[in-house]
DNA sequence: CATGAATGAGTATTCATTCAT
DNA sequence: AATGAATGAATACTCATTCAT
């Protein structure tokens, strides 16, 4: 819809700025808070300090956001968009349910990556988010092992993966994709993002793919 | 020894009497303690509550700790010393290392379950644990994961084992044992833990295993 | 200079409106905490009733000053500047030193009676005022018995004064400033600090001054 | 008395007993007590550091003392009672008034020096007295004062002692006497009691004696 | 829109006192 | 009489949130 044809036009235009705004003055305010929640996690990021590091004045945190526990929120939200967007993406077109598979394992990780802090935050502050929250970032969770469960029944159908259990086999990819955040204290010192993730790939990959298969996927099971 | 062999047969006696007085009001108090952690999170858990909780004054609590923070570290340090104790035991007189391992990851998994609020305690308040407390931690986790990487390494010498990165597999093996804490609320609706760990060693002993041993292990690797 | 002349104009201006708060609040809350102190002392003075008697909230309190000794200290460090300011300054210019010494004991006299309680509290609340304060004001009182000392060894070198030990004699001094102080009770019904003063200024002049140059220094030595 | 004597005799021997282990209690308790006073102040001695210093347990001295505030009366009392014995003994059957001045005088510091503590506290707890107890200190201390104003205006009216207002002089007196007290702190490195003492009678004399009994009281006038 | 001073409910910790043994 | 574990009222200090400028 053009300007001309809207009556409303530049107060249209007001509101793209006053939109663009609020997006800049958010990115500001949640790249400090995943600072200082990383740092000091959220009980202990006081508002002050956040405002602080933001570079605006407390008052104006609270133009954009309604609680502290907001803050958290919209944090969380990020990586929870950014599974939603990059999982699924990163699966479309591939037929194989294998490398299918393997290709959401591998943005999953990479998202988790990019989210580290984000990651940690929504298996640490789990008390800390309200109740609606907490029930949305289960939903979610079971939502995309969803994509990994779909693929391992497509497998097992196929005779390409062995007889596993679907449900916790796909949580058991989640938790190693989470994995990476959780244990990134002890991992980080040996591997990068890219060798963890063909370091699993390849010890899930031995596991469920079927013996007389193994040989035709060792770019997947193999790992020097 | 008769209380007349020994003249400070009473002064023992009274330390003894001591000792068992503290330990019984430890027990309250933890136990209300974990109660309240599982259900509100350290923050949320006020010491007035616990008091009431646990069925003693709020004075009697700070006679037996020194600070909120002692409350979390002992609870936590209970499951610290349930690994030490249980995941050693299970493996000692094992020769071989496939069957050591599988020993290991079960008892694991039974103080995880057994303990299952502490276990996720160790992730959620980590922020609310001084540097100390968090360090013992994570040495303790290394430690455990050194019992299993030796397991993985003596198993590969022999050939049984495929060849992986022994410092992630075995991390990996902790993490699906604390998997069962984690993803309780998922896991729990569809298994009990003996299922869940017998659904889970099939799955690592898969990766695991070399090709040519995976028969001699049928009764770990398949899981109908 | 014109605000238009500085471009930082505005923003010194801030600076000071902010300096002048500070100011202001810090007024109201030591004249609050000076009038609590009298009654109550230190340790029965409550923040909420000073928070209630200054008519602002415990929080503002504490936007002023980090802890409740650091108001015993602002009470006792105006006391102090007092002293630095008002005695030297009504010794300054004075040739003889028995007339200087008369002098500085008046100010310093008036000085207590302007700060009563303040004068008071440095006594009372020693045990309350951390050990740099109370060296602190140790110091202090080090410093202000020189004043005297000096003048008294001047005195002592021009044969104007009797030989006394100018260390006690100059203690004594500040000691018979400070019960005005102390003793105020005891003689607030009797004199007022005018009379006070010219009585004591007679009693020590007496002491002091040399046989021979006592009926030159009558309108100090007589107290009719 | 002999036992047999007195049918009550043997009870009236264990009140006896029970009275003296009463006071020996009390002495223990109150020992420890001046030495936690003057390290620490009242508010912060604890009874259960007092009870530790004194070797005693917290409920022994709940059995001497109904309250805290009861140790520190007692305490104080104790300086009290010295005061009303000791100086009239030493003022008794002087004449002179002038000699009898100078025997309370150092009688009264001989006293403060013996219960220095004692003499400090009475000054800085007044706040933690009750509102009876004070009074009844502030009695006692006119009361004192009253011995040596009474001096003082018998030596007036013989004309050994220059015009002054009794009330001043004889409180200021008491105010140098306790000074020793107060300033110990300062004057301790200088001098000891009977220097002090000696320094101040002469001061003081030098103040007081009219001008032609100077010479007949050289002795206590000058100070070498 | 932005600011940051003011607010005050909320909470860990202390310590005099009691009382069952 | 003596003990010392238990009590719980009392209190300094914090920090998310508001709102006048």
């Not at 509101?15 to 400090?32: F, K």
């Not at 959220?42 to 300090?49: A, E, G, H, S, V």
């Not at 591939?94 to 580290?116: K, M, N, Q, S, T």
């Not at 979610?140 to 779909?150: K, P, R």
Request: a negative charge; proline letters at 2%.
């Amino acid at each position: 819809m053009s300007e001309s044809d809207n009556p409303n036009g530049n107060l249209g235009g007001i509101e793209a700025v006053r939109a663009a705004r609020i997006e800049w003055r958010l990115g500001q305010i949640l790249t400090a808070a995943v600072k200082l929640l990383s740092e000091q996690g959220f009980q202990k990021m006081l508002i002050t300090d956040l405002a602080k590091e933001a570079g605006v004045s407390v008052g104006t945190i609270y133009q954009y956001v309604d609680t502290k526990e907001d803050i958290l929120l919209l944090v969380v939200n990020d990586i929870i968009e950014s599974y939603r967007r990059e999982v699924p993406a990163a699966m479309e077109g591939i037929e194989d349910p294998v490398e299918r598979l393997a290709a959401g394992f591998r943005a999953y990780c990479l998202v988790v990556d990019a989210h580290r802090t984000a990651a940690l935050l929504a298996y640490q502050e789990t008390k800390s988010i309200s109740k609606e929250g907490r029930e949305r970032l289960m939903r979610l969770e079971v939502e995309t092992n969803s994509y990994f469960s779909d693929c391992i029944q497509a497998g097992m159908r196929l005779g390409k993966f062995a007889a596993v259990e679907p449900a916790v086999a796909s949580g058991t990819l989640t938790m190693l994709a989470h994995m990476w955040a959780l244990k990134h204290w002890y991992l980080n010192s040996m591997f990068d993002v890219q060798t963890y993730i063909r370091s699993q790939l390849s010890f899930v990959m031995k596991a469920l793919i079927a013996g007389e298969y193994q040989k035709s996927y060792s770019h997947l099971v193999n790992f020097s």
